[in-house]
């Protein structure tokens, strides 16, 4: 018996997770393992988190929330766009999905026509191929080896552009290899972008707090404003909070793109578990944990 449509056929089950289950099961059976495969963090989330989760389950009124997020997170998520990027977002230009993983999945839900083309510059994150093949769209790998540091270039990107393409998908830092563009290298994608209108593309600044060298972190959005419409900024506090399993990602974008969204969200999960928006909205003394 066959279950699986076509899609569903055509990917595989996430390896990093394969991974890091099969190194559970290990040292349950009293191995010593050294686990390589999830971003996990290794230090623990503040006790403020915690904190403010029981503080909210103790005062009840845990209830389905607005798929777009509860409001006092989307003003913590527009303050740390502000402090950390200079970016301008009004609350509607900010969604909250259940982590960014399902961000992604949303996006594609609601913009890949079949056949609709990804440009995806590799190595990178294992799961970004087969969520766009989920959705009926045709992950288009581009190599970027340490020639030009892991990163796409504009020559690279002008040539992987045919009339197929909707998004470009950008990762700095970059999951696997580190790399993080510069305002330089943006800009030059930048020029090219702006020849090509129907390319919208996706920053998935999630690492943003987990430098490994000297060189700053830049957001795309701070660096392309000329892109704003075209740009849907995905993050999370999975990384820099080390907040993994309490599934909160966030995104900004155009109105219309995350209204969009939204939509997906209300149709799918309906909305993130009120408790982690909590943790994530503020300790007992109300500070924002995205604002530490
Ligand atoms: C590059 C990248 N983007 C997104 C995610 C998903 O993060 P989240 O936990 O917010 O779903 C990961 C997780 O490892 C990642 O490595």
């Given at each position: 018996?066959?279950?699986?449509?076509?899609?569903?056929?055509?990917?595989?089950?996430?390896?990093?997770?394969a991974i890091a289950m099969a190194a559970k099961k290990l040292r349950s059976e009293g191995r010593d393992i050294v686990d390589l495969s999830l971003g996990e963090p290794d230090f623990e989330p503040p006790a403020h988190v915690g904190e403010a989760a029981c503080a909210a389950v103790h005062a009840g009124g845990i209830r389905?929330?607005?798929?777009?997020?509860?409001?006092?997170?989307?003003?913590?998520?527009?303050?740390?766009?502000?402090?950390?990027?200079?970016?301008?977002?009004?609350?509607?230009?900010?969604?909250?999905?259940?982590?960014?993983?399902?961000?992604?999945?949303?996006?594609?839900?609601?913009?890949?026509?079949?056949?609709?083309?990804?440009?995806?510059?590799?190595?990178?994150?294992?799961?970004?191929?087969?969520?766009?093949?989920?959705?009926?769209?045709?992950?288009?790998?581009?190599?970027?080896?340490?020639?030009?540091?892991?990163?796409?270039?504009?020559?690279?990107?002008?040539?992987?552009?045919?009339?197929?393409?909707?998004?470009?998908?950008?990762?700095?830092?970059?999951?696997?290899?580190?790399?993080?563009?510069?305002?330089?290298?943006?800009?030059?994608?930048?020029?090219?972008?702006?020849?090509?209108?129907?390319?919208?593309?996706?920053?998935?600044?999630?690492?943003?707090?987990?430098?490994?060298?000297?060189?700053?972190?830049?957001?795309?959005?701070?660096?392309?404003?000329?892109?704003?419409?075209?740009?849907?900024?995905?993050?999370?506090?999975?990384?820099?909070?080390?907040?993994?399993?309490?599934?909160?990602?966030?995104?900004?974008?155009?109105?219309?793109?995350?209204?969009?969204?939204?939509?997906?969200?209300?149709?799918?999960?309906?909305?993130?578990?009120?408790?982690?928006?909590?943790?994530?909205?503020?300790?007992?003394?109300?500070?924002?944990?995205?604002?530490?």
């Amino acid at each position: 018996m066959t279950y699986e449509n076509h899609r569903a056929a055509s990917i595989k089950a996430s390896p990093s997770m394969a991974i890091a289950m099969a190194a559970k099961k290990l040292r349950s059976e009293g191995r010593d393992i050294v686990d390589l495969s999830l971003g996990e963090p290794d230090f623990e989330p503040p006790a403020h988190v915690g904190e403010a989760a029981c503080a909210a389950v103790h005062a009840g009124g845990i209830r389905y929330g607005a798929s777009a997020g509860n409001e006092t997170l989307r003003k913590a998520i527009a303050e740390k766009f502000k402090r950390d990027n200079g970016l301008d977002f009004t609350l509607d230009e900010i969604t909250i999905g259940n982590g960014a993983k399902q961000i992604l999945f949303d996006a594609f839900l609601a913009t890949l026509e079949a056949g609709d083309e990804v440009i995806i510059p590799t190595p990178c994150w294992v799961s970004y191929g087969d969520i766009v093949s989920l959705h009926g769209g045709t992950p288009v790998y581009v190599d970027c080896g340490p020639e030009t540091g892991f990163k796409i270039t504009a020559d690279i990107l002008e040539k992987a552009i045919t009339p197929r393409t909707r998004w470009l998908m950008l990762n700095s830092p970059s999951n696997p290899t580190g790399a993080i563009y510069s305002e330089a290298e943006y800009k030059s994608l930048e020029r090219v972008l702006a020849g090509q209108p129907r390319v919208l593309v996706i920053s998935d600044e999630i690492y943003e707090h987990i430098l490994l060298g000297a060189q700053p972190f830049v957001s795309f959005g701070t660096v392309c404003p000329s892109l704003r419409d075209r740009t849907l900024i995905v993050n999370g506090v999975s990384k820099a909070y080390a907040m993994t399993g309490w599934r909160v990602g966030y995104a900004a974008g155009p109105k219309a793109l995350i209204a969009s969204l939204n939509k997906m969200q209300s149709q799918s999960v309906t909305s993130v578990c009120s408790v982690a928006q909590a943790a994530r909205t503020g300790s007992a003394h109300r500070r924002p944990v995205l604002c530490d």
